[in-house]
């Protein structure tokens, strides 16, 4: 019972170490002008207004392409909250572990 107990501790550990080097990862990322260009204001910020902008499109409401502009927000929409999501989860595990380190 006591291995088990210390083998799920060891997993925890493990996963709060990932998520917190997963969020810094991203961090760093984020400060990188290059990706901040590309992927945050490229992709998840201009692309998706143009994208929604097409919804609109008489053209595309003919055709019946709605399915697909809402396709691709739906990816940025994927991606953008995985990015949330890798901070939270972070942010969580950077707190349990300063607890556990405090002995709380």
């Known amino acids: 019972m006591e291995n088990i107990q210390v083998q799920e501790e060891v997993i925890e550990s493990i996963d709060r170490s990932n998520a917190i080097a997963l969020s ?21 910020k201009n692309k998706v ?14 055709n019946g392409q709605r399915q697909y502009v ?18 939270n ?3 969580l595990a950077k707190d349990d572990q300063e607890s556990i380190e405090r002995g709380d």
């Open 24 to 44: 810094e990862s991203l961090r760093r990322l984020e400060n990188n002008p290059d990706f901040k260009l590309v992927i945050l204001d490229g992709y998840l």
């Open 49 to 62: 207004l143009n994208t929604a902008s097409l919804l609109s499109n008489e053209q595309i409401k003919v």
């Open 70 to 87: 809402v396709e691709e927000l739906i990816a940025t929409a994927t991606l953008n909250q995985y990015f949330l999501d890798t901070h």
């Open 89 to 91: 989860l972070g942010a």
